[in-house]
């Protein structure tokens, strides 16, 4: 390669009517006034807020000041000059993340038409460069305008719905489906409708002689015990249209250590594209393995073509070796090298309403607040987007597997237009190439909800996009990820998708989405759920005080008024109101902090307790809730807010999730007690276990010795409930001689019904470590720290005489006095 140009930063940006057409084309190239700023990759908005023309619209109502701009047509700028590029063979030019419908532009030369954000836009611009300064015009909308109510209704009549029956009728748009694009962006129920028109992704030229290295695919095949035989595929674009020429290719593997593990190869280069297959043996290979389960080690990746004097490197990458499996018979489970794994996660949206505007910081930081909630899984919904590298990177880096979705959710797809399954089949292939090296993707699912719909919401009168997830999609995978597995929805399996006795189950209308208010806020009902893998559920919970502050806007605290309502998911019907209620208080009697303190708790224990319920069975292997993440503030489903801050649930989450972990569950008159253990090692630790009074009486408490196998839930002891008051006591499980493994409590009645007092709670400070200690019961103990200060622990229970340390995290020195503890005792 001669040379490689980023036309990322700065564009000029201005806006027309829709129909302002390309035969405006050539006097916008070279206009002077009337244009803004914009940031590239960026989305349209933000060039309008930084110009002053709207405000930001993830805060207050603003939202809806924005939706003018769906009836625009957006004109991004950029001059660039370009030296010696006539020495090269090809000048390419690559566009990603054109959002949505796309007219390029290049010196007043209409050069090509783009219409679908998920592939990028390659086109050899040789022929239309000129001396001195170049002029790129792009012309971009919502890419909707265009889409007529036959279109939408052809063949069946069948459309995708919106959110007007939970009274956000502005919420979605039936025209979504015809365009290639994050689908959430028209809204959500937890998304507010913000049509984007951006250019997501990279700008860039590439100067290239004689030939290029296009992809490099790897695939690890086992030999032996511990040795791995990989298989490379380097793909290599010979440009001359007639001429043969001869070459040479490269590959090396380096490990952390600096061992090398190498291949090469003279090539005979035919004209176009040539797959050149090389072998690696690598003794004593380095496993990928989830988090929790052992390393996640990366091997660094060199490619590289000569011929004659010339040479094209390949961006060099990281790759893991790791061997993944989907284990359909009687049970639904992720199999990683070999051992069943308990899929403990959540569900990712896009991180931003805006996604353009989503930083690799932001990725690194809610990838590693995933990991050290001992996730080991996020799901990638199905109406977001394929995401930047940034975020695979950091899965790798963490261990934390992805459930990838393909782009379609919650409505019927054309794919009886033969436009658009050529549109998706050349979408779906360069995504599959695109991340088949890395090591975090271990299944490719075809939909969101689509299979589910086909037969529930749409009553069989549509077959709109099976075409793609049953034959398009697998076909496509096997050809370019044969080593990761496919399942064709979710949920799917058995006779009647998302049941329980086959497949993955989205458990929603069982309890969250119940109609009767009580199944809604009752965790026990969770303890009647028996599907093999819950890749979806969920409960409602509200933010931190200043996250509230800040989208509110300066608008009053009112929770009835219309920027709360505005910032609240659709879903939630009082729900969070009628929880409070069962566990905790009166929500009319309690002050603005108390209602924000009661809301994360019941969220928390919600969560909690269903984790605790799926990973309890021995036939489930897999509990992702919804949704892990938000793309703005608002009363919602996350565990951590847009603003990065974690709410309580996320704390209960972590615990739940501990890689070694005791659950209970009363079965009649009697207390099981299952051991949980998500590492590879077995256990061995006495166990103390037994009826505690909320004064600290521990009579009722016993020990024995227990042992828990590797990877596997074991039912370690059960014992009798007795005739005791649960209004003064809790039934527990603990580690006397283990810190950590995480304890279980069992509670039969609603913590509202606890006779608990004042625990009397103390603590002293030793650099950044505090150390609580509780004369009483103690529930919810939680610090109150200045805002961006995280503590390793938080809303946790302590029992008469136990002490609990936690590290506090901040950039900067806390002084002793900006340190509270408090408990849910002293609030209710």
Request: net charge negative; aromatic share 12%; with cysteine.
């Given at each position: 390669?001669?040379?490689?140009?980023?036309?990322?930063?700065?564009?000029?940006?201005?806006?027309?009517?829709?129909?302002?057409?390309?035969?405006?084309?050539?006097?916008?190239?070279?206009?002077?006034?009337?244009?803004?700023?914009?940031?590239?990759?960026?989305?349209?908005?933000?060039?309008?807020?930084?110009?002053?023309?709207?405000?930001?619209?993830?805060?207050?109502?603003?939202?809806?000041?924005?939706?003018?701009?769906?009836?625009?047509?957006?004109?991004?700028?950029?001059?660039?000059?370009?030296?010696?590029?006539?020495?090269?063979?090809?000048?390419?030019?690559?566009?990603?993340?054109?959002?949505?419908?796309?007219?390029?532009?290049?010196?007043?030369?209409?050069?090509?038409?783009?219409?679908?954000?998920?592939?990028?836009?390659?086109?050899?611009?040789?022929?239309?460069?000129?001396?001195?300064?170049?002029?790129?015009?792009?012309?971009?909308?919502?890419?909707?305008?265009?889409?007529?109510?036959?279109?939408?209704?052809?063949?069946?009549?069948?459309?995708?719905?919106?959110?007007?029956?939970?009274?956000?009728?502005?919420?979605?748009?039936?025209?979504?489906?015809?365009?290639?694009?994050?689908?959430?962006?028209?809204?959500?129920?937890?998304?507010?409708?913000?049509?984007?028109?951006?250019?997501?992704?990279?700008?860039?030229?590439?100067?290239?002689?004689?030939?290029?290295?296009?992809?490099?695919?790897?695939?690890?095949?086992?030999?032996?015990?511990?040795?791995?035989?990989?298989?490379?595929?380097?793909?290599?674009?010979?440009?001359?249209?007639?001429?043969?020429?001869?070459?040479?290719?490269?590959?090396?593997?380096?490990?952390?250590?600096?061992?090398?593990?190498?291949?090469?190869?003279?090539?005979?280069?035919?004209?176009?594209?040539?797959?050149?297959?090389?072998?690696?043996?690598?003794?004593?290979?380095?496993?990928?393995?989830?988090?929790?389960?052992?390393?996640?080690?990366?091997?660094?990746v060199e490619a590289e073509l000569s011929i004659g004097d010339e040479k094209h490197i390949y961006p060099a990458f990281e790759y893991g070796i790791r061997f993944a499996e989907l284990d359909t018979r009687d049970k639904f489970a992720i199999i990683i090298n070999g051992r069943k794994v308990f899929c403990k996660g959540a569900n990712w949206i896009p991180a931003d309403a805006l996604y353009a505007r989503t930083s690799d910081e932001k990725y690194e930081a809610l990838i590693h607040e995933a990991k050290d909630a001992n996730f080991n899984m996020l799901r990638i919904w199905g109406g977001g987007s394929y995401e930047k590298d940034a975020f695979y990177k950091a899965c790798d880096k963490y261990g934390i597997m992805i459930w990838h979705d393909l782009m379609f959710a919650c409505a019927p797809y054309p794919?009886?237009?033969?436009?658009?399954?050529?549109?998706?089949?050349?979408?779906?292939?360069?995504?599959?190439?695109?991340?088949?090296?890395?090591?975090?993707?271990?299944?490719?699912?075809?939909?969101?909800?689509?299979?589910?719909?086909?037969?529930?919401?749409?009553?069989?009168?549509?077959?709109?996009?099976?075409?793609?997830?049953?034959?398009?999609?697998?076909?496509?995978?096997?050809?370019?990820?044969?080593?990761?597995?496919?399942?064709?929805?979710?949920?799917?399996?058995?006779?009647?998708?998302?049941?329980?006795?086959?497949?993955?189950?989205?458990?929603?209308?069982?309890?969250?989405?119940?109609?009767?208010?009580?199944?809604?806020?009752?965790?026990?009902?969770?303890?009647?759920?028996?599907?093999?893998?819950?890749?979806?559920?969920?409960?409602?919970?509200?933010?931190?005080?200043?996250?509230?502050?800040?989208?509110?806007?300066?608008?009053?605290?009112?929770?009835?008024?219309?920027?709360?309502?505005?910032?609240?998911?659709?879903?939630?019907?009082?729900?969070?109101?009628?929880?409070?209620?069962?566990?905790?208080?009166?929500?009319?009697?309690?002050?603005?902090d108390d209602y924000l303190l009661y809301s994360g708790l019941c969220q928390g224990l919600m969560y909690g307790y269903a984790l605790d319920s799926m990973r309890y069975r021995s036939n489930c292997h897999g509990s992702l809730f919804w949704m892990y993440n938000d793309c703005w503030g608002e009363i919602g489903w996350t565990i951590i807010d847009y603003y990065l801050r974690r709410k309580p649930s996320w704390y209960f989450v972590r615990r739940t999730y501990a890689p070694l972990r005791l659950i209970m569950r009363a079965i009649g008159d009697k207390v099981s007690v299952v051991f949980a253990n998500d590492t590879q090692d077995n256990v061995d630790f006495e166990l103390e276990y037994g009826y505690i009074s909320l004064d600290g009486n521990t009579e009722g408490l016993e020990t024995i010795k227990a042992?828990?196998?590797?990877?596997?839930?074991?039912?370690?002891?059960?014992?009798?409930?007795?005739?005791?008051?649960?209004?003064?006591?809790?039934?527990?499980?603990?580690?006397?001689?283990?810190?950590?493994?995480?304890?279980?409590?069992?509670?039969?009645?609603?913590?509202?019904?606890?006779?608990?007092?004042?625990?009397?709670?103390?603590?002293?400070?030793?650099?950044?470590?505090?150390?609580?200690?509780?004369?009483?019961?103690?529930?919810?103990?939680?610090?109150?720290?200045?805002?961006?200060?995280?503590?390793?622990?938080?809303?946790?229970?302590?029992?008469?005489?136990?002490?609990?340390?936690?590290?506090?995290?901040?950039?900067?020195?806390?002084?002793?006095?900006?340190?509270?503890?408090?408990?849910?005792?002293?609030?209710?």
């Amino acid at each position: 390669m001669l040379k490689e140009i980023s036309l990322n930063g700065k564009w000029d940006l201005r806006d027309e009517f829709l129909t302002y057409d390309l035969s405006n084309a050539e006097r916008l190239s070279y206009s002077t006034d009337g244009w803004i700023q914009t940031p590239v990759p960026g989305d349209i908005h933000q060039g309008l807020i930084e110009a002053g023309r709207i405000k930001e619209p993830l805060l207050g109502m603003n939202s809806y000041d924005c939706q003018w701009t769906e009836n625009r047509s957006w004109w991004f700028r950029r001059k660039f000059s370009i030296d010696d590029w006539r020495e090269a063979d090809i000048v390419e030019l690559e566009m990603n993340g054109l959002d949505s419908s796309a007219e390029i532009l290049l010196n007043g030369k209409h050069i090509g038409s783009h219409c679908n954000t998920f592939r990028p836009f390659i086109i050899d611009i040789k022929p239309f460069l000129q001396r001195n300064e170049n002029v790129l015009l792009v012309r971009l909308t919502t890419g909707v305008e265009d889409v007529s109510d036959a279109d939408i209704d052809a063949p069946d009549g069948v459309r995708a719905g919106t959110e007007a029956g939970n009274g956000r009728p502005e919420r979605g748009d039936p025209r979504r489906t015809m365009v290639r694009k994050p689908q959430y962006s028209f809204g959500w129920d937890w998304s507010p409708r913000l049509a984007t028109t951006a250019i997501a992704g990279d700008v860039k030229i590439r100067m290239m002689n004689k030939s290029c290295i296009r992809n490099v695919k790897l695939q690890s095949i086992k030999h032996g015990e511990d040795d791995v035989i990989l298989k490379a595929t380097v793909m290599v674009d010979q440009f001359h249209y007639y001429k043969t020429t001869e070459g040479h290719v490269k590959l090396a593997l380096t490990d952390r250590e600096g061992n090398r593990y190498c291949a090469d190869k003279d090539v005979f280069l035919r004209s176009g594209y040539n797959f050149i297959e090389l072998t690696i043996p690598i003794e004593n290979a380095r496993l990928w393995w989830p988090n929790g389960m052992g390393d996640q080690h990366l091997y660094a990746v060199e490619a590289e073509l000569s011929i004659g004097d010339e040479k094209h490197i390949y961006p060099a990458f990281e790759y893991g070796i790791r061997f993944a499996e989907l284990d359909t018979r009687d049970k639904f489970a992720i199999i990683i090298n070999g051992r069943k794994v308990f899929c403990k996660g959540a569900n990712w949206i896009p991180a931003d309403a805006l996604y353009a505007r989503t930083s690799d910081e932001k990725y690194e930081a809610l990838i590693h607040e995933a990991k050290d909630a001992n996730f080991n899984m996020l799901r990638i919904w199905g109406g977001g987007s394929y995401e930047k590298d940034a975020f695979y990177k950091a899965c790798d880096k963490y261990g934390i597997m992805i459930w990838h979705d393909l782009m379609f959710a919650c409505a019927p797809y054309p794919d009886h237009l033969e436009s658009f399954r050529i549109e998706v089949e050349k979408e779906l292939d360069y995504q599959t190439k695109r991340l088949q090296r890395h090591a975090c993707i271990v299944l490719w699912s075809g939909s969101n909800e689509n299979n589910w719909g086909f037969r529930d919401w749409w009553g069989e009168k549509t077959k709109g996009g099976a075409y793609i997830y049953n034959y398009l999609a697998p076909a496509i995978i096997q050809d370019n990820t044969p080593e990761i597995p496919y399942w064709n929805g979710s949920p799917y399996g058995g006779n009647e998708p998302n049941c329980n006795e086959v497949g993955d189950r989205h458990h929603w209308h069982d309890c969250m989405m119940n109609p009767d208010m009580q199944k809604r806020i009752t965790p026990e009902e969770y303890d009647k759920c028996t599907s093999l893998f819950v890749s979806e559920f969920g409960y409602i919970g509200a933010c931190a005080k200043e996250t509230i502050l800040n989208y509110m806007d300066g608008a009053p605290l009112e929770r009835k008024g219309d920027v709360w309502h505005h910032h609240t998911n659709t879903f939630e019907k009082d729900t969070v109101e009628a929880g409070i209620m069962k566990h905790y208080a009166d929500p009319d009697k309690l002050t603005f902090d108390d209602y924000l303190l009661y809301s994360g708790l019941c969220q928390g224990l919600m969560y909690g307790y269903a984790l605790d319920s799926m990973r309890y069975r021995s036939n489930c292997h897999g509990s992702l809730f919804w949704m892990y993440n938000d793309c703005w503030g608002e009363i919602g489903w996350t565990i951590i807010d847009y603003y990065l801050r974690r709410k309580p649930s996320w704390y209960f989450v972590r615990r739940t999730y501990a890689p070694l972990r005791l659950i209970m569950r009363a079965i009649g008159d009697k207390v099981s007690v299952v051991f949980a253990n998500d590492t590879q090692d077995n256990v061995d630790f006495e166990l103390e276990y037994g009826y505690i009074s909320l004064d600290g009486n521990t009579e009722g408490l016993e020990t024995i010795k227990a042992a828990g196998r590797a990877l596997d839930r074991t039912e370690i002891m059960v014992f009798q409930k007795k005739d005791l008051d649960a209004t003064k006591g809790l039934w527990i499980a603990r580690a006397k001689d283990r810190s950590d493994i995480e304890k279980g409590i069992l509670r039969v009645v609603d913590y509202r019904q606890l006779q608990i007092a004042d625990p009397g709670l103390s603590f002293s400070v030793e650099n950044n470590k505090v150390k609580i200690s509780s004369n009483g019961y103690a529930h919810a103990v939680h610090l109150m720290l200045p805002d961006g200060v995280k503590p390793s622990d938080n809303y946790f229970d302590l029992f008469p005489g136990q002490t609990h340390d936690v590290e506090v995290i901040s950039t900067e020195a806390i002084d002793f006095p900006q340190i509270r503890i408090t408990c849910a005792n002293s609030n209710r």
